[in-house]
T-cell receptor, first 111, second 111 residues
Framework: EAQVTQNPRYLITVTGKKLTVTCSQN?????MSWYRQDPGLGLRQIYY???????DKGDVPEGYKVSRKEKRNFPLILESPSPNQTSLYFC??????????FGNGTRLTVT | AQSVTQLDSHVSVSEGTPVLLRCNYS??????LFWYVQHPNKGLQLLLK??????LVKGINGFEAEFKKSETSFHLTKPSAHMSDAAEYFC?????????FGTGTRLTIIP
């Protein structure tokens, strides 16, 4: 089954404790991206990647890092999380002719 | 630059009655426009997309949307609401590498 898999689904952590949210897709898509969803703001793009070793900032990249060492994986890294990064995060992937496929989301709470 | 505006944050309709979710866009060029649906605790699923081939676009689950350039609108409609349509709906503009999301419309279906 074609899918985008994010882990974990839920994460509660404390300020400053580094964390990684993993994202993996099995569709051989070149393009992957991360979004955060906040009430009243819709989804905002954090980072995206057009291919392996090619990443670029989206609209709200501050406080986040990403890497794209393999085509299927696109982890989101928070080196020093802060409470304003409490949000619902989505990973997505696509190829040039397909729409975005989204993961089921990761709900992060930073206390 | 492209932007999308969803005119209603909440819409409630009775089961079996028509659904209208409104979206206006602004773009300096011919846009790509999408509607996505998000069910609780799920990722976003593509309902339909407009890419200039036809102004009336049919999507999944009986939804359709009409692109009206004169009104800069891309409203989503369904003739008869079903309980399973209760979800949040996002109007989205742009290409995959740079999507702009509306702030979402929560659709409630009254039994």
């Amino acid at each position: 089954e074609a899918q985008v898999t994010q882990n974990p689904r839920y994460l509660i952590t404390v300020t400053g404790k580094k964390l990684t949210v993993t994202c993996s897709q099995n569709m051989n898509h070149e393009y992957m991206s991360w979004y955060r969803q906040d009430p009243g703001l819709g989804l905002r793009q954090i980072y995206y990647s057009m291919n392996v070793e090619v990443t670029d900032k989206g609209d709200v990249p501050e406080g986040y890092k990403v890497s794209r060492k393999e085509k299927r994986n696109f982890p989101l890294i928070l080196e020093s999380p802060s409470p304003n990064q409490t949000s619902l995060y989505f990973c997505a992937s696509s190829d040039p002719i397909s729409p975005l496929h989204f993961g089921n989301g990761t709900r992060l709470t930073v206390t | 630059a492209q932007s999308v505006t969803q005119l209603d944050s909440h819409v409630s309709v009775s089961e079996g009655t028509p659904v209208l979710l409104r979206c206006n866009y602004s773009s300096s060029y011919s846009p790509s426009l999408f509607w996505y649906v998000q069910h609780p605790n799920k990722g976003l699923q593509l309902l339909l997309k407009y890419t200039s081939a036809a102004t009336l676009v049919k999507g999944i689950n009986g939804f359709e949307a009409e692109f009206k350039k004169s009104e800069t609108s891309f409203h989503l409609t369904k003739p008869s609401a079903h309980m399973s349509d209760a979800a949040e709906y996002f109007c989205v503009g742009g290409g995959n590498e740079k999507l702009t999301f509306g702030t979402g419309t929560r659709l409630t279906i009254i039994p």
